[in-house]
């Protein structure tokens, strides 16, 4: 029965997504997809997992503050984090970890941001562009010393496509990876 269940609502879900399209062009429902994330935007709010912790992010409600802000869910306790625009420059505030945004090379297919005295590049390939937007882009981030791959079944554009950046690789913040333990050798 829950085998049926799930794809019942794996089948409404990709319904929904074909035809929840906005006046502008842009997809009402994007979801974020990889081992690490299970993410879903609707109208703007995202929620779901980052390694099956509950995350939640919306547009800030402060007055006078562009940007995002949310929480994870980590050991039983809800940590904020936010993605603020000051000067119309990104900052990002993850897990006590500040980044700011550099530049986007569409060309090279990057994001940069400023983490400390470090630039940290975000990658990104497309399937394909449909005008400005980037169709079921695959965002590239090296955190933890691990890549996270994590694709937008969706669409977006350059400039939305940075918030996303941010928000996944602000997110990685909270995994805690423990590089493999080398073996040793026995003689």
Not at 53 to 76: D, L, T
Not at 100 to 113: E, G, I, M, R
Request: with cysteine; net charge positive; hydrophobic share 35%.
């Amino acid at each position: 029965m829950k085998k049926i269940s799930a794809f019942l609502m794996t089948m409404l879900l990709g319904l929904s997504f074909v035809f929840a399209h906005e006046k502008d062009g842009h997809s009402k429902l994007r979801q974020f997809i990889s081992p690490e994330f299970n993410l879903t935007e609707i109208k703007g709010v995202m929620s779901g997992t980052f390694k099956k912790m509950p995350v939640w992010i919306a547009k800030s409600e402060k007055k006078g503050e562009k940007g995002y802000r949310g929480w994870i869910i980590k050991e039983q306790k809800k940590l904020p984090f936010s993605i603020i625009y000051r000067d119309n420059v990104l900052h990002g505030y993850f897990n006590g970890k500040k980044f700011v945004y550099l530049k986007a090379d569409a060309k090279k297919q990057t994001y940069t941001f400023k983490i400390d005295k470090d630039e940290v590049t975000v990658s990104f390939l497309y399937e394909t562009k449909s005008g400005r937007h980037m169709i079921n882009p695959l965002f590239v981030v090296k955190n933890n010393g691990r890549n996270y791959l994590v694709r937008l079944i969706g669409e977006c554009c350059l400039r939305h496509g940075l918030y996303y950046a941010a928000t996944i690789y602000g997110l990685t913040f909270f995994d805690e990876y423990e590089p493999r333990k080398e073996k040793k050798e026995t003689k």
